[in-house]
């Protein structure tokens, strides 16, 4: 089973892939989409649930996503034809890093998915690119709430307290018009539902291959969950805008 099929099992009950209930995913986007026929970005969408929501509550809204996930990215528009909203969505297959278009958007999002860039820093720079003047960027990234075990560290990356991340953020010339900080509640619900699902999968296809893989996937992940990064990590949402435009 590879790493493509162990997330798109995971996140069955949990199509957004980061630690924010449905009313804060709602806000976020409130805050950052402009005006109704905005054009919006996600670099590293994975199945487009943040655009296929936009789309949804902006009937007038263009959307594009990229993803280096084939599996993702059909899905996305499974997804989408589903909702009536395919034909103002765009998909493309390769590394968001490596993203050009011919034109600017209004609201630029990437959310969990820094490590495509090699970090939050990068991650705004490669948004940067592609900003509309007067336009936002929805970013989410972790940080550590406390001192880190060194293996939290190895398992999710160094990243800083969130007031350095902040910080980090305004001194490279982006000032933030809102931020979420994802409870301990949404925290939770999201390792509950990703975990859980990959074992509730498992356990209905005792039959399958993968089936003894995928358990004792959801069993080490919940396992590292709970013993080394409970306690010390968290997840900041912001949304940006440039300081000089």
């Given at each position: 089973m590879n790493r493509e099929q162990i997330s798109a099992i995971?996140?069955?009950?949990?199509?957004?892939?980061?630690p924010l209930d449905d009313e804060s995913v709602r806000l976020l986007l409130e805050r950052g989409i402009p005006r109704d026929d905005a054009r919006v970005l996600d670099l590293g969408c994975g199945g487009g649930e943040w655009l296929l929501r936009a789309l949804t509550t902006y009937p007038r809204l263009r959307a594009e996503g990229v993803d280096v996930s084939e599996l993702a990215l059909e899905q996305a528009g499974e997804a989408?034809?589903?909702r009536g909203v395919r034909e103002r969505l765009t998909l493309h297959h390769q590394e968001a890093a490596e993203f050009v278009s011919?034109?600017?958007?209004d609201l630029v999002?990437?959310?969990?998915?820094?490590?495509?860039?090699?970090?939050l820093l990068p991650t705004l720079a490669a948004a940067r690119e592609h900003l509309a003047p007067g336009g936002r960027v929805l970013i989410g990234d972790g940080f550590w709430e406390s001192e880190p075990t060194p293996e939290a560290v190895e398992m999710l990356g160094d990243f800083a307290d969130l007031a350095t991340t902040v910080?980090?953020?305004?001194?490279?010339?982006?000032?933030?018009?809102?931020?979420?900080?994802?409870?301990r509640?949404?925290?939770?619900?999201?390792?509950?539902?990703?975990?859980?699902?990959?074992?509730?999968?498992?356990?209905?296809?005792p039959t399958d291959p993968d089936s003894t893989e995928a358990l004792t996937t959801a069993a080490t992940r919940r396992a590292e969950w709970l013993h080394s990064y409970r306690s010390s990590?968290?997840?900041?949402?912001?949304v940006l805008r440039r300081t000089s435009d």
């Open positions: 995971a996140h069955t009950g949990h199509p957004i892939k980061a989408a034809s589903g011919p034109h600017s958007f999002l990437s959310v969990g998915a820094a490590h495509a860039f090699g970090g910080d980090r953020v305004t001194a490279d010339g982006w000032t933030p018009v809102h931020g979420h900080v994802s409870t509640r949404e925290l939770d619900d999201y390792e509950w539902a990703c975990w859980g699902s990959l074992a509730s999968w498992a356990l209905d296809h990590w968290g997840f900041v949402s912001l």
